[in-house]
């Protein structure tokens, strides 16, 4: 059974709308209910009447009919199930995940993930898929690490390249990932493969992860230009960007990824990793 579902959210139920406005007809009273509803932003209104169709119905727009098809064919979600809807830096998806908190009612919870617009494809790509990684990361550690909750992720909606991000998180941190085409009958999973990432490549450029991690800011690749130099695979952990003339790095998406998954293997192994902390007793005053 699922305890937390982190579900990334589109624009379907939008979309759907709108058809309905091109084609609507005086005589389909609900059509008309929908749009008025959604024009009027009545979102809680919406939401209700949702309630009242068939959860396949395409008119429910694709995280409705993915998640019912997670509890339907897989009987892994229940009344207790809690979702995380985490949306597009936009206005669309706020008022989409406004909707579905109010379809699942007292169990779910929106979150807006900044630079997760499609208005500026470098900051989707630089900052909004890694905000991505990091938002999903945080719900896992909180609840799976610390609360030993199962987590899964629904990549249904929204960007493509969110199913990538959403499948290598699942890879990295164990947790099962579910996809629903239009043309599915039913959600596929991307179970977690057993296989792992190089944990020594992590304790080699820790430093480095963790100093791109503490920022909002890039850094002067300069400074680091030894760790780079020295270790190939760090070129697919960083973006670099050139301004006036000098090279700036910070974390791409997949070094996100990287560093949120071995930090947490690295915080509950620390005790057998280093080395015990040595008594008082036998501490000794350095030589210099």
């Given at each position: 059974?699922?305890?937390?579902?982190?579900?990334?959210?589109?624009t379907s139920l939008k979309q759907n709308i709108d058809n309905l406005r091109s084609n609507n007809t005086e005589d389909n009273p609900l059509n008309t209910r929908f749009?008025?509803?959604?024009?009027?932003?009545?979102?809680?209104?919406i939401g209700n009447t949702l309630r009242g169709l068939d959860p396949q119905n395409r008119l429910c727009g694709a995280e409705i009919?993915?998640?019912?098809?997670?509890?339907?064919?897989?009987?892994?979600?229940?009344?207790?199930?809690?979702?995380?809807?985490?949306?597009?830096?936009t206005d669309d998806g706020e008022n989409i995940s406004r909707i579905l908190c109010a379809y699942y009612a007292g169990r779910s919870e929106a979150i807006r993930v900044e630079e997760l617009q499609d208005a500026d494809p470098k900051a989707f790509r630089t900052k909004g898929l890694r905000n991505l990684a990091k938002q999903m990361c945080k719900i896992i550690h909180e609840n799976q690490v610390l609360?030993?909750?199962?987590?899964?992720?629904?990549?249904?909606?929204?960007?493509?390249?969110?199913?990538?991000?959403?499948?290598?998180?699942?890879?990295?941190l164990?947790?099962?990932?579910?996809?629903?085409?239009?043309?599915?009958?039913?959600?596929?999973?991307?179970?977690?493969?057993?296989?792992?990432?190089?944990?020594?490549?992590?304790?080699?450029?820790?430093g480095l992860l963790y100093a791109l991690d503490g920022t909002s800011e890039p850094l002067k690749r300069s400074e680091?230009?030894?760790?780079?130099?020295?270790?190939?695979?760090?070129?697919?952990?960083?973006?670099?960007?050139?301004?006036?003339?000098?090279?700036?790095?910070?974390?791409s998406p997949v070094g996100q990824i990287f560093h949120e998954a071995y930090r947490e293997q690295f915080s509950s192994s620390r005790d057998r990793i280093l080395p015990p902390p040595v008594p008082p007793y036998e501490k000794r005053d350095p030589r210099w």
């Open positions: 059974m699922i305890d937390v579902l982190i579900c990334t959210v589109g749009i008025e509803a959604y024009d009027e932003a009545q979102w809680q209104s009919n993915s998640i019912d098809s997670i509890s339907r064919h897989r009987n892994l979600i229940g009344e207790n199930t809690q979702i995380f809807f985490l949306h597009s830096d609360r030993s909750r199962n987590c899964a992720i629904n990549a249904t909606g929204g960007y493509k390249a969110q199913i990538a991000i959403a499948v290598l998180i699942g890879q990295a164990r947790v099962p990932v579910y996809y629903k085409h239009e043309r599915f009958d039913e959600v596929i999973e991307f179970p977690p493969m057993p296989v792992s990432l190089d944990f020594q490549l992590w304790m080699r450029v820790s680091y230009s030894e760790i780079i130099d020295n270790e190939n695979s760090v070129e697919s952990l960083i973006n670099t960007e050139q301004i006036d003339g000098v090279d700036y790095i910070e974390l």
